[in-house]
């Protein structure tokens, strides 16, 4: 069985920091191009960050480039989103999914994703 199990959401403060994990089972990660979503109240789910099964090439939206990492671990089988100089504006449900394109592709089809993780960046 396919599933993606997203982990290490939190209350933080502006400023701060969280590493979220994406856990894979039922498949090998390294295969597969993996993203990482967020979607926060009244608004339209967003990427965020990608790495392509092809080259292992990354993407980052405008609004995350210096401040978010994109890495994984294939030994665990497992995807990481390291998140620094968190901001209120990043407060959401994280949700990595898996790609069927070989690289990151704006509004590419998913077939597979996780339950999402709650990040909340408040004074």
């Known amino acids: 069985q396919v599933q993606l199990v997203e982990s290490g959401g939190g209350l933080v403060q502006p400023g701060g920091s969280l590493r979220l994990s994406c856990a894979a089972s039922?498949?090998?990660?390294?295969?597969?191009?993996i993203g990482w979503f967020r979607q926060a109240p009244g608004k339209e789910r967003e990427g965020v960050a990608c790495?392509?099964?092809?080259?292992?090439?990354?993407y980052y939206a405008d609004s995350v480039k210096g401040r978010f990492t994109i890495s994984r671990d294939n030994a665990k089988n497992t995807v990481y989103l390291q998140m620094n100089s968190l901001k209120a504006e990043d407060s959401a449900v994280y949700y990595c999914a898996r790609s069927v394109h070989v690289m990151c592709v704006i509004g590419g089809a998913l077939d597979a994703w996780g339950q999402g993780t709650l990040v909340t960046v408040s004074s």
């Open positions: 039922g498949f090998t990660l390294d295969y597969y191009t």
């Open positions: 790495m392509s099964s092809n080259d292992g090439s990354t």
